[in-house]
Every structure is written in structure tokens, then in C-alpha cells.
């Protein structure tokens, strides 16, 4: 049960971005769920070699270089998504940022 309310807060944060983020663009709520779908595949595949890889400079930064790692998987699900568009990088940190924020709520909340 709380993978599909981890998920349904995924999507709902992806709508909820697309409201508040200008450049941050999702056409209809199937594509925030298509958006969401590849944001958890890519979370789980991709996001932990690539910390991994930049593992200095996210202590450095005291980890905030994880919300670039976020803004670069948003700007790579962008490209292969139809529908979902995002105007630059910062578009992309600052909806990262708010689907982060949404994320650890609904993790709290569970």
C-alpha cells in the first residue's frame, strides 16, 4: 500500500510543480504518471551510480548537490517523455526541489 501512495504523491508533486514552476510544463495527468514511472526507474537505477560517482563533491556541498543530480534526471526524463517539457536547468532544480520536498512529507506522513 504505501508503494502506491509513494507513487501517487509522486505524481501529484509532479502536477504540483507543473502549477508552480514556470518552465515546468506537463500536459495531462497521464503524463505526469509516465513522468513519475521513469522518475522511480531512474531513482533506482541510475540515481545511486551517479551519486556515487560524484560522491566528493556532494560532501563538499554538504549534500546539495543531489538536488543537481535530481534537476539532470528531470532534464533526461524530459527528453524521452512526450508531453512533459522543462524549459532549462533551473526549472528543472527548482521542480526537482519541490518533488523532493512533496516526497519526504509523504514519507514522513507514512
Given at each position: 500500500?504505501?508503494?502506491?501512495?509513494?507513487?501517487?504523491?509522486?505524481?501529484?508533486?509532479?502536477?504540483?510543480?507543473?502549477?508552480?514552476?514556470?518552465?515546468?510544463?506537463?500536459?495531462?495527468?497521464?503524463?505526469?504518471?509516465?513522468?513519475?514511472?521513469?522518475?522511480?526507474?531512474?531513482?533506482?537505477?541510475?540515481?545511486?551510480?551517479?551519486?556515487?560517482?560524484?560522491?566528493?563533491?556532494?560532501?563538499?556541498?554538504?549534500?546539495?548537490?543531489?538536488?543537481?543530480?535530481n534537476a539532470g534526471l528531470i532534464l533526461l526524463?524530459?527528453?524521452?517523455?512526450?508531453?512533459?517539457?522543462?524549459?532549462?536547468?533551473?526549472?528543472?532544480?527548482?521542480?526537482?526541489?519541490?518533488?523532493?520536498?512533496?516526497?519526504?512529507?509523504?514519507?514522513?506522513?507514512?
Amino acid at each position: 500500500m504505501s508503494l502506491i501512495a509513494k507513487f501517487l504523491g509522486t505524481v501529484f508533486a509532479v502536477l504540483l510543480a507543473a502549477y508552480f514552476v514556470p518552465g515546468f510544463h506537463v500536459e495531462s495527468f497521464y503524463t505526469a504518471v509516465l513522468v513519475a514511472l521513469a522518475l522511480g526507474v531512474l531513482n533506482i537505477t541510475l540515481r545511486p551510480i551517479l551519486t556515487i560517482l560524484t560522491l566528493p563533491l556532494t560532501i563538499i556541498t554538504l549534500g546539495l548537490f543531489s538536488f543537481v543530480i535530481n534537476a539532470g534526471l528531470i532534464l533526461l526524463i524530459s527528453s524521452f517523455v512526450k508531453g512533459f517539457s522543462v524549459d532549462g536547468f533551473l526549472p528543472a532544480l527548482f521542480g526537482g526541489a519541490l518533488i523532493a520536498v512533496v516526497g519526504w512529507a509523504l514519507h514522513k506522513l507514512i
